[in-house]
């Protein structure tokens, strides 16, 4: 088997599809390097999966000769990372771009590199959608003339190494696809990476965006205008390697080593594993013109691979649990059976064995967390029935809503109520409160004996029952911004709670905890 | 933990609590003009103070309800007549506890909180419900808005 594997070539991945991108497109460096490294990985040609999206990078599955999946836009890492939970033993590849990775599949890469699946997912860059004939991309320049920004793109750009590094990613690097080597290099590093790797290509759309990063990727000036980074070396660049990076506090400089007494040492080590979040953020924040644009691996960690993490959960209750039947699950705890043309519908729960005991374990812990050790707490889960007929519940009066104004201030001033109902035995149309009366004769001159109190009451805003509990009634009290809410009774009539009620509730309740001495306080 | 929390809470000045913006008018006001205040701030009650703005009354919707409305006055009538002389008021130290038990033992439903001579605000009982609902999240404050959507068990059976 092993013997096999040395023999494969690059020629292995070379499939039999005519690669149709145009001439001079960065995407042919970025597969010719990929066809290089996946033969140096020794894994067998069969376990190879690329799965891509929609683009012209996407198109990448065709031209390797492995298994391969172009499938939906955007939604490439959703479907490697079911590839490779189903079949951990696969070397599961994303290739995505600028566009269907940070735009319409943002979300989708943002969750599968916090996932950390041991997956490369690459990412081509050339800041425009070039398929669907040059509308501008989440990483568009801000500035930038676009097909769809004919007088300049207006929003900010997108980083996606700070998309990736924000998302958690295990492994995050950058690569231009002007230097294949290094592509190469980088690649490699990623596929060995235990994780999620992270790879952005800086490479251009020879049609819609010729010169994306022409100023940085150029041959003639890529060495003073990319900074290498390497494991544990000084940050040094430039054609005559003369210039390097010093920090001042937080903030990067470029420095001329040699020159005002700097030496190598003095300049800033690069260490991938840096657990330093602003070293890593500096980084990914230098760019050409003010700093070289780095390139190489930024980030690594090691941290668990989420398709083992799974694994051994699985195993873990299925030893505790035994094995579930899937069926089951999908046909849920109880259904119906509609039969003889809908008249007759039978409600099973045959299945709801299988589950009762851990729905009840979800029960318990739903209810201990409810359950209440204070007794204030606990108490307000008493029916507001109970509240309504220990506290003044003689005092609540209704008024038909044809009732006069003039009677309902009578009826005010002889009972010292501070509500009054407006309905009849079987509805209830409103509420008639002091504050309504007072406004509406005070500083109105109306005729209060003619006048029924329905053209001033407020309409009901809530009817709760009498099985609601205090705690609901407070809520809606406190949402309503009202005073007092009408309950409907056991017998059809209505009743109403006031604030005052639930207070003296609250402080009977109190009072009666510190006689039985339930509560310390103070 | 569980009683430290409880301890704080009944103790917790009432100066944390959200004051309502109180409605003031000058002594030798009418009654129109003081209604009118109260009906501007959405407030069901108007404080009187004196020239040098110390708090002489309080005038509440119960107030006028009794004293006004069924009665023969005018609106033109000055607030001092009809007004709560030197109303019950508290500092910005008194306990939710207090407050509690104030409402409890009054039948007034707004509370002045002075300091000093200067008001601070107004108590009033819906103020200190809410108050109090707020620190029982898990009960009170997070459930739907519409009481029919109030879950009877908690896994919604």
Redesign the interface.
């Known amino acids: 088997m092993e013997k096999k594997n040395k023999l494969l070539t690059r020629k292995d991945f070379v499939s039999s599809s005519e690669v149709r991108w145009c001439p001079g497109c960065g995407d042919y460096s970025v597969l010719n390097a990929v066809q290089n490294v996946l033969p140096q990985l020794g894994i067998p040609k069969e376990k190879f999966v690329f799965v891509s999206g929609i683009g012209c990078s996407s198109r990448f599955p065709y031209y390797l000769d492995t298994y391969g999946f172009h499938s939906i836009h955007g939604r490439a890492p959703t479907i490697a990372t079911g590839v490779k939970v189903a079949n951990p033993e696969l070397s599961v590849w994303v290739i995505t771009g600028d566009g269907d990775g940070l735009s319409i599949g943002g979300n989708h890469l943002v969750h599968a590199l916090r996932r950390n699946l041991d997956m490369n997912i690459i990412l081509l860059n050339n800041k425009i959608y070039g398929l669907t004939k040059g509308q501008y991309s989440p990483t568009s320049e801000k500035g930038q003339i676009t097909k769809t920004s004919p007088y300049g793109v207006l929003e900010e750009p997108l980083n996606p190494l700070r998309i990736a590094l924000a998302s958690e990613a295990t492994f995050v690097a950058r690569a231009v696809d002007t230097d294949p080597k290094h592509v190469t290099g980088v690649l490699l590093e990623g596929a060995k990476h235990a994780g999620t790797a992270f790879v952005e290509i800086l490479q251009s759309c020879v049609i819609f965006n010729k010169d994306a990063w022409k100023d940085v990727s150029d041959r003639s000036c890529r060495e003073d205008r990319l900074l290498y980074l390497e494991q544990g070396k000084p940050l040094i660049f430039g054609e005559k390697r003369n210039k390097g990076i010093i920090l001042k506090g937080t903030k990067p400089e470029v420095v001329m080593i040699g020159e005002q007494g700097i030496t190598k040492k003095d300049l800033v080590v690069h260490d991938i594993f840096s657990e330093d979040p602003v070293y890593v953020a500096m980084l990914t924040d230098m760019a050409h013109p003010d700093f070289p644009t780095p390139v190489g691996i930024f980030h690594a960690a090691k941290k668990p691979v989420y398709e083992q993490a799974l694994e051994e959960q699985i195993k873990e209750v299925t030893a505790s649990k035994g094995r579930r039947n899937l069926q089951a699950l999908l046909r849920g705890s109880e259904y119906w059976t509609v039969s003889g043309g809908g008249k007759k519908i039978k409600r099973s729960s045959g299945i709801r064995v299988q589950f009762s005991d851990e729905?009840r374990v979800?029960?318990e812990r739903?209810?201990d967390?409810?359950k209440?050790?204070?007794p204030?707490?606990a108490s307000?889960?008493t029916t507001i029935g109970k509240i309504f007929y220990d506290y003044d519940y003689k005092r609540v009066k209704m008024l038909s809503p044809r009732a006069s104004i003039s009677t309902a201030?009578?009826n005010?001033?002889a009972n010292?109520i501070?509500c009054i109902l407006v309905g009849d035995e079987k509805r209830l149309y409103g509420v008639l409160?002091?504050?309504d009366?007072?406004?509406n004769?005070?500083?109105t001159s109306i005729d209060r004996d003619r006048l029924p109190i329905s053209a001033i009451m407020r309409p009901i805003y809530?009817i709760?029952?009498e099985t609601?509990?205090i705690?609901?009634v407070?809520?809606?009290?406190?949402?309503s911004g009202h005073?007092h809410v009408p309950i409907r009774l056991k017998d059809g009539g209505f009743g109403l709670v006031t604030?005052?009620q639930?207070?003296?509730f609250?402080?009977d309740t109190?009072e009666q905890v510190e006689k039985n001495g339930d509560?310390?306080?103070? | 933990m569980t009683k430290r929390k409880k301890e704080t809470f009944w103790a917790e000045p009432i100066g944390k609590v959200d004051l309502q913006q109180p409605a003031v008018v000058k002594t030798g006001t009418s009654i129109i003009d003081a209604v009118k205040e109260m009906k501007y701030n959405q407030i069901g009650c108007v404080l009187v103070v004196d020239a040098k703005k110390k708090l002489v009354g309080i005038l509440s919707n119960g107030d006028l309800m009794h004293e006004f409305v069924g009665s023969t006055l005018s609106g033109d009538t000055p607030v001092d007549e009809i007004m709560t002389k030197n109303p019950a008021s508290a500092t910005p130290a008194l306990t939710v506890q207090e407050a509690l038990e104030i409402f409890h033992s009054n039948r007034f439903r707004h509370l002045p909180i002075l300091t000093g001579e200067t008001v601070e605000g107004i108590l009033s009982v819906r103020g200190l419900m809410t108050f109090i609902s707020e620190h029982l999240p898990l009960q009170v404050m997070n459930l739907p808005p519409d009481s029919s959507l109030i879950a009877p068990t908690v896994s919604g059976e």
């Open positions: 729905s979800m029960d739903v209810r967390l409810l209440s050790t204070d204030l707490t307000l889960k201030i009578a005010f001033t010292r501070e409160s002091e504050r009366i007072i406004q004769v005070v500083l809530e709760m029952d609601n509990s705690g609901d407070i809520n809606i009290l406190s949402i005073r604030v005052r639930i207070l003296r609250i402080h109190v509560v310390t306080r103070k």
